[in-house]
DNA sequence: ATTTTTATTTATCGTTTGATAATTAAATCG
DNA sequence: CGATTTAATTATCAAACGATAAATAAAAAT
């Protein structure tokens, strides 16, 4: 087999692998799932590590498309078709055994590529909506009043129906709706309805 | 030093280091934080395996207080006072290091105690709030229109926006809102206003 | 076809790891 | 106090693990 197939297929099957029994996963039990002898993996990478940091590039980079943060300032829209859009299209990135396990797992080793990513996360779905938030309510811009720790929290709501939804399915292995795109319509439709009722009072105590 | 307080203080320093490790923790490692030889830990447990299992058993019985439920369902209160104050006492036990921590490591390797738990919650919080919210809208009662699955997960969502705030600081290291208090009153009152909004179209959906 | 290169395997090393056996130190008890 | 039990340590085992070296098989090149 050439190299170039070969080194994928070892990272493609590590990647289930890690995904599966966590980084400390045998280098042996990988090497069987691959139908290779282990001391092969050596050859294709000088150490676990090295392999493991290969899956998290891999991993990381296919899970966020640049194009969706227009998705959701976009306002030619109406903002409950913006953030259902955008959440249909994450989760068709993020639904998924592979995703939610390695983050889980690399999120609780501490791994620096998590909270980059988390920062991705804050800067282009969180401040954002949060800002949309505002504008529809009618409240000052970002720019002229800085969104506080509590007023992201609210955006974090939202964010956290939606992926725990994911770890109560791919890490707790628990059935979840058949339909994911209603429950995430659902979810949008609940929290448009529902942060406005909380916002103002959130934005008062902040300045003060 | 006592049997008794030897045991307690082994199952209790291997709580929290298998929180922060995971079981994959070395038996060693362990030893030199409680400041005794590796083998003693043998004196007092057969097997580390038997020891993890000693943890779960601490861990998990702890998370539980039997008189959580009854926050929910007792209608002399309004249902917001209600949710707020079991989500406040719950999170007294859940917005913990070793809790958060060693419930996703737990769940990953799907360890059967998870499911245990999980289905104590679906008993006593997630079909109750579908029924209190049910009761709120004049919809029809459990009994007599079960509660379908698309349903349940309304009940996750607001379970979601909860736990997955501690998900972000206990396993993502992520800050968080300093008044965890006032951030759940947020996410009971941002649900109790939206639910409703999608509720009625759940049901209608499941009943054709 | 023979040589050369390269992919893969076999064999093995040095550590680490969970676990046990033998020994020492410290209580406990008559 | 001395005898006996029990807590804890030292020493060590066998298996597992990441990693390396040497040998073989399969392509590629001349």
Redesign the interface.
Known sequence: MGPKAREALIVEEATNFFAEQ?F?GKTRDLSKRLGVTQPLLYRYFPSKESLIERVYQDVYVKRWDPEWGGLITDRSRPLADRLIAFYKAYAGAIYDFVWV?IF??S??K?VDI??RY?AIVKDKVLLPVCAELRHESGLPSPDTLPIG??E???A??L???????A??HF?????????TD??IE??V???????P??HR??IE?AST
Chains 1, 2 share one sequence.
Do not use: C, K, T
């Open positions: 966590g400390e396990r889980l797992y999120g609780l501490g998590n909270d988390l720790a509590e992201l929290e609210l974090w709501s964010h956290g129906m939606f992926f725990y939804r770890v109560r890490a707790y292995g628990l059935p979840i709706a058949e339909n209603q429950a659902n979810d439709r609940l929290f448009l309805a529902g942060a009722v909380v009072g959130i105590r």
